[in-house]
């Protein structure tokens, strides 16, 4: 069924343009146009002239620039000078779930089937440029707005990256990877300050941004609102012409966050192009306005430094197709295909955490009656989070999701379980006080429940009050009394499967020991219902695996074992370097709850005949990696083999292991696959800050397969000449 889909889905996407590189002619094209433009002309090019529209140049035949959020869908349409919908009846869209949950699915086809679909739509929005993905590293389990990232892992983040990218501008619109650099926490976003090592830059913080402009194309890049190393990172040198423009040859658009711009000039020389969302209502008075003709008109800025940002902006215009809107992608929405893929992201991205006696999936024609219990099973989540909410064409819930599938044949108890005490203040984590308080009446009520059913189905975790944009969360534990709620039920009805809905990790020590069986589902976009239904009922398998360590408490995890989150004094230092993620609980011997990698199957898997292709390699080799992969079980499913590499001496600190291949497999019952993971001996570099530069240290390195990055089943090494 999904090799079919895969089929039909690469089929219907054929019909796309080619993403091509500008050649001289479309210079000579641009610098034409550029000559014939006044300074008001290109000036009003380099700013907004709305919420999120730039102007053109009529008179030349360029037409208005049209930019639209967000990473998981195409948002709504906003008025064009205020922040309210503009009420259209005909922008609702498809709704992927956000960015951790891609991550989970570690499925670059369908990372890029999402790239189509977002491209598609965006398209049929007539919008230019699609404000995503967001990419920034998870380095707190609180950032708020770590759901609509992907991972603490550089080398997933950027896989997933480049084939978003690839596949979403191939429709003609132009991606925006964001928000660069260091926007890793939501707290003070305004004006932290973000201190690191130049190699936990390279190393972890920047890879993404480098696979998406390098490797990905990616034709915007959207600076963050915070400083880095005491400077606003759109106005940042270093970042914007030393890093961006030289070393990754960017040719792109480099704009600003929403009200994010801070300067004229110093922004002007830094690289900068384009100022949006400034807290001015006068765009003449923004500062790549008026004050920028000024600042060419006083002679402290060059005119040629203006052009330079005016023909970024038009060779993006030249990649899109905007000049030949007869071959421009005319774009679909809401097609059965999109929601198909939607659904596909869903179910893929499900983390089977525990499954004690094989109690998933649910063995349907046994039972007569299920508990479907929690705020969560009758929640929709798409409009939430802030920037990257989607007024979804619907959202299926896991309420809805079981009485239409199942209703039929067997009692659904449901029962409300929890009620959500939180609320949402805009710029605030006020809203997340007062929201622990146990409703005992609802936890009764839910006993009943899950006592007269046959199992019970929890849906706990979070909301976008808590997974949010603009704020962190203020602490990891689950809310409004859900664990004595899950703890209750559990007494009732031992047969109890807890569901997570949530998009970024959480302490569920209280839990886990309790429950026989945990999922973790993520927010599952608009088919959220119906794609952890499945999986439960076994219709689908889970496949899914956390792109993030689940720690057992808070201070585990390294920005607050150190005390550095989320900073003091307006500034925040990365003590824990290069140390993010499972790098530092390897690296310190701290067993987390879940590690980074893990989810299990309903199936299990034999890696064997695991040998590299060589033993001993040179610096511009490539080692192959072969093995066997059986699906050892009874079902069919998907495991997806992962590849660590470790330095076994060298003269700096190195982590324990770090990811370096990884490909997902799609097995029957007894089938077994040959599978090959390939890693260039140059990727098993560290960055040294003594000779600023990549470094691959002769001698013996560990390559690591396994299912997860603590579930290692073969270990080979290999020397480097
Ligand atoms: C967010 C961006 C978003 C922009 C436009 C900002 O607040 O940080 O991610 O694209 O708003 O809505």
């Known amino acids: ?89 005909n922008d609702s869209s498809t709704c992927f779930p956000p960015g951790t949950a891609m991550a989970a699915t570690w499925n670059l086809d369908l990372t890029r089937q999402r790239g189509y679909v977002l491209g598609e739509e965006a398209r049929f929005r007539k919008k230019d440029v699609l404000l995503g993905p967001g990419i920034n590293i998870i380095r707190s389990p609180l950032c708020g707005r770590n759901f609509e990232y992907m991972s603490e892992d550089p080398f997933l983040i950027s896989q997933l990256t480049v084939a978003y990218i690839k596949a979403l501008q191939t429709k003609d619109v132009a991606a925006s990877v964001k928000h660069y650099l260091a926007n890793n926490q939501e707290e003070n976003r305004f004006t932290i300050d973000a201190y690191m090592s130049e190699r936990a830059l390279r190393e972890i913080y920047l890879p993404g941004f480098k696979a998406a402009i390098v490797d990905g194309g990616a034709l915007t890049v959207m600076g963050a609102y915070n400083k880095f190393r005491g400077e606003w990172c759109t106005e940042n040198f270093y970042l914007g012409r030393t890093i961006l423009r030289d070393e990754f040859k960017f040719k792109g658009v480099y704009m600003t966050d929403w009200d994010a711009a801070h300067s004229t000039v110093k922004a002007a020389l830094a690289g900068l192009d384009l100022e949006m969302g400034t807290n001015k209502s006068n765009y003449n008075d923004w500062f790549f306005a008026n004050p920028l003709i000024k600042a060419v008109n006083d002679g402290k800025l060059k005119e040629s430094l203006v052009d330079e940002k005016v023909a970024n902006i038009l060779r993006v215009m030249f990649k899109t197709n905007v000049f030949d809107p007869k071959n421009r992608v005319k774009g679909s929405i809401n097609t059965p295909e999109h929601q198909q893929a939607a659904y596909r992201s869903a179910v893929e991205a499900i983390v089977l955490l525990k499954n004690e006696n094989e109690l998933l999936p649910l063995n349907i024609p046994a039972l007569k009656s299920i508990a479907v219990i929690g705020d969560n099973a009758t929640r929709t989540h798409c409009g939430g989070g802030l920037s990257s909410e989607i007024k979804t064409l619907y959202e299926v819930t896991p309420l809805q999701a079981f009485t239409q599938k199942l209703g039929k044949d067997l009692k659904i108890n449901f029962a409300q379980g929890y009620n959500k005490q939180s609320s949402f203040f805009e710029g605030s984590s006020k809203g997340q006080l007062n929201s622990d308080s146990i409703d005992w009446k609802l936890i009764d009520e839910a006993v009943v429940q899950a006592k007269k059913s046959d199992v019970a189905v929890v849906f706990a975790g979070l909301n976008h009050d808590f997974d949010t944009e603009s704020f962190d969360r203020i602490h990891m534990r689950l809310p409004y009394g859900q664990e004595k709620l899950i703890q209750e039920v559990t007494k009732a009805n031992p047969k109890t499967i807890v569901v997570i809905i949530a998009g970024s990790p959480l302490e569920l020590s209280g839990i886990v020991h309790r429950v026989p069986a945990l999922v973790w589902a993520w927010y599952g976009g608009m088919e959220a219902g119906n794609a952890v239904c499945d999986v439960l009922i076994g219709n689908q398998f889970p496949s899914g695996k956390l792109p993030f360590t689940m720690p057992v408490t808070l201070n585990q995890s390294p920005a607050h074992a150190l005390g550095n989150f989320s900073g003091c004094d307006l500034k925040t230092t990365y003590e824990e370097d290069i140390l993010v993620g499972y790098r530092w609980f390897e690296a310190k011997g701290i067993e987390p709850l879940y590690p980074f990698g893990y989810g299990l199957s309903y199936t299990t898997f034999d890696i064997a005949n695991a040998s590299t292709d060589k033993k001993e390699y040179s610096k511009e080799d490539e080692v192959i990696v072969n093995l066997t992969l059986e699906n050892s079980g009874k079902r069919a499913g998907a495991e997806v083999i992962q590849l660590y590499a470790s330095e076994t001496a060298c003269s700096v600190m190195r982590p324990k292991k770090e990811l370096k291949a990884f490909q997902k497999v799609f097995l029957q019952a007894g089938e077994k696959k040959l599978v090959a993971l390939k890693v260039k001996i140059s990727e098993l570099a560290y960055y040294s800050e003594k000779t600023n530069t990549w470094v691959v240290e002769p001698g013996e390195f560990v390559l690591h397969i396994g299912t997860s990055s603590n579930d290692i089943r073969k270990s080979l090494q290999v020397m480097v000449k």
């Open 1 to 89: 069924m999904k090799q079919i889909f895969l089929i039909l889905f690469s089929f219907f996407f054929v019909i796309s343009s080619v993403f091509s590189q500008t050649d001289a002619g479309t210079e000579k094209k641009i610098q034409q146009l550029i000559k014939k433009m006044t300074l008001a002309e290109k000036v009003g090019m380099l700013h907004a002239n709305s919420k999120f529209y730039t102007a053109g140049v009529r008179r030349l035949g360029i037409p208005e620039w049209s930019l639209s959020d967000g990473p998981h869908g195409v948002r709504a349409e906003i008025n064009r000078d205020n922040w309210q919908y503009a009420g259209w009846t």
